[in-house]
């Protein structure tokens, strides 16, 4: 049996064990596992999109054959013992809703997605790490972007009360499943939230906070500001044993970002800009003495040994900040195909090579909002920057404004959706043998380990 001992509670500014002892979590997140993203194993557009694509390929036996394989092998005991040997004490574990309940069967909730948070949890658990579950892609879609798996760049969850029960109900069973489970650091109820008119997330949050607490009582809960995890205008006086999440990404770490110090998107970027925008977006929770935890953070690397010294003199900087501030962190990502992952699928590998092409022509279209840059799109860009800013100078779109959002729909939308057929050809002729040797990729022992990220992460465990 578990020791109950080391169950995580809420005591002042950080968490404690049940026997009292501080705890600072430490960790990475899992993405492109039970949520798939476009950049971290390298198909177009949304994972919606790229599995239906697959599918048609590959027919039902090797698509079936791929992706069992794939939830199987992308994090193992092998996985869990590598990170408990750098240090580490933590995995936010990402999930999308449809592991769980199908469209045609609202609240009907799947066994199938609780085997797979139970193996994740337990293995973790024989390793010593906590584990924090995270709901990634909520039904509606709680933001405009890719990793809700939002086909669109409109959020329907605010907005439609049929969604948001669907996620009260789906966490109810969550709850109800763990809450006696010790090394569960934790529910994240929706990562990266954005409500475009700010009205509905503050009550959203009040309901689903008390449905989760109905059930379990003692476990943290741990709530993502508004506007992807930095506005926390939303809440008034903190709720008891629970923590308000910060996403801390740094200007200078994106993948068009400039020298550091330096200017990046038009804005110089030193230590003090770093500092200044890590103690805005924690202003809530040292205001309110609650602890604080950066859910997610990270640079994008690009494979030029001088340009990622940048990005590591920005990681090292924002964790000696978190240090300051006694501040928990959970790194974005930790396996990919290259771009962040602490552990990344080998660029030899048969996974990478049949997907080559299709990989080319995504950077050179810039199609990933996420670690892709524009230069090869601007004669498309350019005039439509300029036409909406001269006609439209007052529009404002949440969350991040004019440029972002039209960046998500001519590059993310317009460019993407179509690739991805490319991408399923890519797997054309693949029976279910061949499916399960690509999947295979992603294993441990087929992947490579960023040892200088794993080198500054370690002097700050």
């Given at each position: ?78 996985d869990a013992r590598f990170l408990a040997d750098t240090g580490m004490n933590s995995v936010r574990l990402p999930f999308h809703y449809r592991h769980f309940e199908d469209d045609a069967a609202p609240m009907r909730v799947k066994e199938s997605g609780f085997r797979l948070l139970d193996s994740a949890i337990e ?38 009360r049929h969604f948001q029960d669907r996620v009260v109900h789906l966490w109810e069973a969550l709850a109800d499943r763990y809450r006696d489970h010790p090394w569960v650091a934790g529910y994240n109820p929706l990562n990266e939230p954005a409500d475009s008119d700010g009205d509905a997330i503050g009550p959203f ?198 440029r972002q959002w039209i960046h998500v729909l001519v590059r993310h939308i317009l460019l993407a959706e179509p690739m991805v057929d490319d991408f399923a050809r890519c797997f054309a002729g693949v029976d279910a043998e061949q499916a399960r040797a690509l999947a295979d990729c992603f294993a441990f022992d087929a ?15």
């Amino acid at each position: 049996m578990p020791d109950p001992s080391v169950l995580l509670r809420v005591d002042g500014d950080h968490l404690a064990t049940a026997a009292g002892e501080p705890v600072r979590l430490r960790g990475v997140g899992l993405g492109g596992w039970m949520n798939m993203e476009n950049f971290i194993t390298g198909f177009p557009s949304t994972e919606e999109l790229h599995r239906k694509a697959l599918r048609s390929v590959l027919g039902p036996e090797a698509y079936e054959a791929f992706f069992d394989r794939f939830l199987e092998v992308f994090f193992t005991d092998a996985d869990a013992r590598f990170l408990a040997d750098t240090g580490m004490n933590s995995v936010r574990l990402p999930f999308h809703y449809r592991h769980f309940e199908d469209d045609a069967a609202p609240m009907r909730v799947k066994e199938s997605g609780f085997r797979l948070l139970d193996s994740a949890i337990e293995t973790c658990a024989r390793h010593g790490i906590y584990t924090v579950l995270d709901l990634h892609a909520a039904p509606g879609f709680h933001n405009q972007r890719w990793h809700s798996d939002n086909p669109t760049h409109r959020s329907f969850f605010w907005t439609h009360r049929h969604f948001q029960d669907r996620v009260v109900h789906l966490w109810e069973a969550l709850a109800d499943r763990y809450r006696d489970h010790p090394w569960v650091a934790g529910y994240n109820p929706l990562n990266e939230p954005a409500d475009s008119d700010g009205d509905a997330i503050g009550p959203f949050y009040e309901r689903l906070h008390a449905a989760i607490r109905a059930v379990d009582p003692h476990h943290v809960i741990y709530l993502d500001g508004n506007r992807h995890a930095t506005d926390f205008d939303a809440f008034a006086e903190p709720w008891d044993n629970t923590v308000y999440t910060v996403h801390d990404y740094a200007l200078a770490g994106f993948a068009d970002s400039g020298d550091y110090p330096g200017v990046s998107r038009g804005q110089y970027v030193d230590r003090a800009y770093v500092e200044q925008r890590f103690l805005q977006r924690s202003e809530y929770m040292r205001r309110t003495g609650t602890p604080i935890w950066v859910g997610e953070f990270g640079p994008v690397y690009t494979g030029d040994p001088a340009r990622d010294e940048h990005r590591y003199r920005v990681l090292a900087d924002q964790l000696d900040l978190y240090d300051e501030h006694g501040a928990g962190w959970s790194l974005w990502t930790y396996k990919d195909i290259g771009l962040q992952g602490v552990v990344h699928a080998r660029s030899d590998s048969d996974y990478l090579r049949r997907i080559a092409p299709v990989l080319e022509k995504k950077a050179r279209l810039g199609v990933d909002v996420w670690g892709g840059v524009d230069t090869g799109v601007r004669e498309l860009l350019e005039p439509i920057e300029r036409t909406v800013a001269r006609e439209f100078p007052q529009f404002d779109p949440l969350p991040f404004g004019q440029r972002q959002w039209i960046h998500v729909l001519v590059r993310h939308i317009l460019l993407a959706e179509p690739m991805v057929d490319d991408f399923a050809r890519c797997f054309a002729g693949v029976d279910a043998e061949q499916a399960r040797a690509l999947a295979d990729c992603f294993a441990f022992d087929a992947c490579d380990v960023r040892t200088r990220l794993v080198e500054e992460l370690g002097k700050h465990l």
